[in-house]
């Protein structure tokens, strides 16, 4: 419709449904199914509107049993918005993802020798409960979960969650990615195993356990849709970096390609699971400089540290005639 997208704000309302802490949020939109038809008799005449006159401000409120939401358009606008309640936190304390893994580990815990110490470690697979520390339009936080759960089993002793937060900065145009770990230990009718020093020591273990854990290179989402692709394999596939006569790439890529296993690019932002790995890109600057004449004339192993992968620092010589392809000069 050749309206600006930045201009636009989209408010969604929405309903919960069920009673108290056995709720869940439901948006107040279209079934998938009817969203075109309904993006083309309700939005689409609003943005042409807005098209023949892109200087004035406008909004539509639409109030439909199906959907209900605010459309806005402003021309002083510098980024777009877009705001709708949370429908993927947990609006019953015992009915949630968090809650279920907890459950399950502790039908597995029950087998364990009575004198040990049960901890359950909670990894991130990009739910949203386990980032949701303080609740707001009556869900239930990640506190109010972990600590109904231990008060009401007696087979779990503590509980150390590993969230991976994920911190966009729309300005900067990047995103900084960290682990917030989150301990919860049981108090009411705690075992004998966990009084005195023991939780002590255990938390002190913990903390030294967390020190020397590496920090997050990809958020959660990201990492379970390399995981999901089909012939995934550790390392910083397609990734590298030119300065001049000097190419950096991924260790484990050139030993992969070495090892005959074909390469692959990174995959578009937002694709699917299972959409197939784009060609490789890297070799094509082998190939330039192959072309160019330029012979390795030296290589570096840079050591990654606390990453899964070294980089390869290679080195590239002036152009050699004796090694350039020869090329007939033009006729004047």
Excluded at 30 to 57: C, H, Q, W, Y
Aim: proline share 8%.
């Amino acid at each position: 419709m050749r309206v600006n997208p930045d201009r636009l704000d989209i408010r969604v309302q929405g309903k919960t449904i069920g009673q108290y802490r056995d709720a869940k949020m439901t948006l107040s939109l279209p079934a998938k199914s009817d969203i075109a038809d309904f993006v083309r008799t309700e939005i689409v005449p609003f943005l042409g509107t807005v098209r023949n006159a892109p200087g004035r401000s406008a909004s539509i409120d639409i109030q439909r049993p199906d959907a209900v939401l605010t459309v806005a358009y402003d021309p002083e606008q510098m980024f777009f918005r877009m705001g709708h309640p949370s429908y993927d936190v947990s609006y019953s304390v015992d009915r949630n993802p968090l809650w279920s893994a907890l459950k399950d580990k502790a039908n597995q815990l029950r087998a364990s020798p009575s004198d040990s110490i049960r901890l359950v470690i909670v990894c991130d697979g990009d739910c949203k409960t386990l980032k949701e520390k303080s609740p707001m339009g009556g869900h239930f936080s990640t506190r109010a979960i972990v600590e109904d759960f231990l008060r009401r089993t007696s087979t779990v002793d503590a509980v150390l969650l590993l969230p991976v937060v994920e911190t966009r900065h729309f300005m900067m145009q990047k995103s900084a990615i960290s682990l917030v770990p989150d301990f919860y230990a049981r108090r009411a009718g705690a075992r004998v195993v966990m009084a005195g020093r023991n939780e002590i020591a255990l938390r002190t273990h913990l903390n030294a356990f967390l020190t020397n854990m590496p920090k997050p290179c990809l958020s959660a989402l990201n990492a379970v849709n390399w995981c999901e692709k089909e012939g995934f394999l550790i390392g910083l596939h397609g990734g590298y970096s030119i300065s001049g006569n000097t190419m950096k790439i991924s260790s484990r890529q050139i030993l992969e390609t070495l090892a005959g296993i074909p390469s692959h690019g990174l995959p578009p932002l937002g694709s699917p699971p299972d959409a197939p790995l784009p060609p490789a890109n890297w070799q094509e600057h082998f190939l330039r400089y192959l072309q160019h004449g330029q012979m390795i004339s030296k290589v570096t192993v840079v050591s990654g540290g606390d990453a899964d992968d070294d980089t390869l620092e290679f080195e590239f010589g002036q152009s050699d005639p004796a090694f350039h392809s020869f090329r007939m000069p033009k006729a004047p």
